[in-house]
């Protein structure tokens, strides 16, 4: 069963079924307030495919049953292995690391290792940190190289986390703990230099109804029945709107207006690597063929935060690849909204570095990122062009 909201642009498409707006057409209170409140003035993204400035591609480490969190003995070692968390790794990384802390203090070392530098080990070598550990990443790769800073970069912590089938009342429980907490961080993170975390609104548009299902997309392979959990959090963002057609600029016959955080990733994985250092972190750069090398550390507690490369490391099956790819346009800092094409794969996030367009090819599932396939990104733009017209 292909699950069509991975087709309509992830987070910001999911409150279209939890908003409570009025009928289209029929009168509003907003639609009764003048216009600049009703239609913003939003500059228009220069979708063109010469606008290309970078492409990258990166593997969501999914499993079925969610993250892997548990810890293993080896010999005098205690590995503690934290991956897997699909679509949801920056969203969730906080709130998760927060869920591994215990098993890492319970080892009773004060100094650890975090094997991974992508979303999941800095956040957990920090959150070891403020528990007063010492802590030293091991890591084959860093930020910027780090498979993570291909991401969107968006709040998206339900986003191929985990099988409906195995999202047991238990463990949606520990699911939102661990969105809320990551939530509370990143408000903190929000208004500081270089914006590392910023707030802003999104679009999304739409040729059918939203209560309309979407067709699936040609050729599309099965992906499993993912569970669909962010309307637990809908008490942390503002609702979605349906607009009436003069409320918004685009070429589309159904737009709503959401709120979302974005994740500046440059910017952010900046904030967390110089956070580390400043608080005693060290960093070697080291590769692990086998598990068993871990237990060559002289920290005896290690976090294995490896992310897909736990796959080979650990000979983990259960971990899916989902391939993803993203493309940055030129900066436009004008352009302060994020937009989603439903039903057209395309996801445009308004990150610092660049206008972030996401293509998703209905065939990543179990597909690793390898090359990138520029026609894909370019069509991408194309698509997103049509909703400005020209
Ligand atoms: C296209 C795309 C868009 C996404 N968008 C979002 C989004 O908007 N919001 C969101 O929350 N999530 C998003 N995700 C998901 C998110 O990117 C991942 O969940 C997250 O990056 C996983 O982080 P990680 O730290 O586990 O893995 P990684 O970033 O892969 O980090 C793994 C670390 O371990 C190291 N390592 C691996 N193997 C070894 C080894 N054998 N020896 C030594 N070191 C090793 C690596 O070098 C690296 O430092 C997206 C994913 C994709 C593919």
Redesign the pocket.
Known sequence: MLTRRHFLG?AGATLVGAASAAPPGSPTAETSQPAWVRRPALAPVLARPDRLIDIAV????FRAQGPRLEAQRLGRHTIVHH?G????????SWGWAQRALPLILATGERRIAV???????LTTARMAQRAGLRVRI?????PPL????????????D?RLCTAEHASPAWVHGWEQAARFSHRMFQQLLGLPGDPVQWIEGYTASDLPFDQPLPAPPGSDPEPDYAELEGRLADLRPRSRLLEPGEHPFRAAHVRRFGQFV?NLPAYSRLLYDDFLREGGEITT????HLRELTGLRERTVVN??????R??CRDDSLVP?????ARLIPQPEVTYALIYRGHNVVMVPRRDGLVV?AQDPQDYGRE?LHPDRAASEAAVQRLAALFGA
């Not at 968390?85 to 969730?92: D, E, M, Q, V």
């Not at 780090?146 to 912590?157: E, K, N």
């Not at 080291?286 to 063929?289: E, H, K, L, S, V």
């Open positions: 992830q990166c593997t969501r480490p991956y968390h699909g679509g949801s790794g920056w969203s969730l094997v991974g530098c992508g979303a999941i080990g091991y890591a084959q790769e860093r780090a498979a993570s800073m291909a991401a969107t970069g968006w709040w998206s912590p986003s994740f080291r590769r692990f063929d935060a490896t992310g897909y490369g736990a080979a490391l989902i391939r993803g790819q993203t996401q990122a």
